[in-house]
């Protein structure tokens, strides 16, 4: 199957996964927090990939390549599973939360936070044009060099320093208290996910050690 055959089968998928896990919880598709969070994620998911596939498409072909069975390092594979499975508990919660009435958040707050969802989309829309070899799996390829310009020159990862930023303001973006800790339990994961691939990079991407050396922080400017 060429690349734009499996691109466009994701994009056709993409929609249906993402409503059930929203609308089937909530029980109704009266759920404007919901319409306006698919709004805003799939339209980053169409425009990027789209952009992508026309500009560096060998950067597509390695963000297709993603889950636990893509990964070549045990500890990624353990972490990518306790990934899928905390993201799938998550989103099932604004749903319920909305069915049941449990959270009364303000529309200033959901507003704020659906914009601050989609500052950590383009962040790593910025991190995927700084480095095409922004892959989906912890990888080193032969011809891998370090990056060090635009959002690498602040942070040495600032893809998931976007996914953070979308994560933790998701459950506020679809007017949920009661799903935060369970979207703040992804971080730790990430974070174990950052830990375990500067590990892989120090070892295999020459170079890598010296530029870690040279940009101090690992996901949050001034902070770690």
Same mark, same amino acid.
């Given at each position: 199957m060429t690349l734009k055959s499996r691109l466009v089968h994701r994009l056709l998928f993409m929609p249906v996964v993402s409503a059930t896990f929203l609308f089937l919880p909530a029980g109704s598709f009266r759920f404007w927090q919901g319409w306006a969070y698919l709004i805003i994620s799939l339209g980053f998911a169409f425009s990027t990939f789209a952009y992508f596939y026309k500009h560096d498409p060998e950067l597509v072909e390695r963000r297709m390549k993603r889950g636990s069975r893509q990964e070549t390092v045990r500890e990624q594979k353990l972490i990518m599973k306790a990934?899928?499975?905390?993201?799938?508990?998550? !989103?099932?919660?604004?749903?319920?939360?909305?069915?049941?009435?449990?959270?009364?958040?303000?529309?200033?707050?959901?507003?704020?936070?659906?914009?601050?969802?989609?500052?950590?989309?383009?962040?790593? !829309?910025?991190? !995927?044009?700084?480095?095409s070899f922004a892959a989906a799996t912890i990888q080193v390829e032969p011809n891998q060099k370090v990056i060090s310009n635009g959002p690498y020159h602040i942070v040495r990862h600032p893809m998931y320093l976007g996914a953070n930023v979308w994560f933790l303001f998701t459950p506020l973006a679809l007017g949920s208290y009661f799903a935060l800790p369970a979207f703040a339990l992804l971080i730790p994961i990430i974070v174990l996910r950052l830990i375990n691939e500067e590990k892989v990079l120090r070892q295999e991407l020459p170079g890598y050690s010296e530029y870690c050396l040279r940009t101090h922080f690992r996901l949050v400017p001034f902070v770690w």
């Amino acid at each position: 199957m060429t690349l734009k055959s499996r691109l466009v089968h994701r994009l056709l998928f993409m929609p249906v996964v993402s409503a059930t896990f929203l609308f089937l919880p909530a029980g109704s598709f009266r759920f404007w927090q919901g319409w306006a969070y698919l709004i805003i994620s799939l339209g980053f998911a169409f425009s990027t990939f789209a952009y992508f596939y026309k500009h560096d498409p060998e950067l597509v072909e390695r963000r297709m390549k993603r889950g636990s069975r893509q990964e070549t390092v045990r500890e990624q594979k353990l972490i990518m599973k306790a990934l899928a499975v905390t993201l799938v508990i998550a !989103f099932l919660l604004p749903g319920l939360d909305h069915r049941f009435g449990w959270s009364h958040s303000p529309l200033w707050l959901t507003i704020v936070a659906q914009a601050l969802v989609m500052s950590g989309l383009l962040m790593i !829309f910025w991190a !995927f044009k700084s480095n095409s070899f922004a892959a989906a799996t912890i990888q080193v390829e032969p011809n891998q060099k370090v990056i060090s310009n635009g959002p690498y020159h602040i942070v040495r990862h600032p893809m998931y320093l976007g996914a953070n930023v979308w994560f933790l303001f998701t459950p506020l973006a679809l007017g949920s208290y009661f799903a935060l800790p369970a979207f703040a339990l992804l971080i730790p994961i990430i974070v174990l996910r950052l830990i375990n691939e500067e590990k892989v990079l120090r070892q295999e991407l020459p170079g890598y050690s010296e530029y870690c050396l040279r940009t101090h922080f690992r996901l949050v400017p001034f902070v770690w």
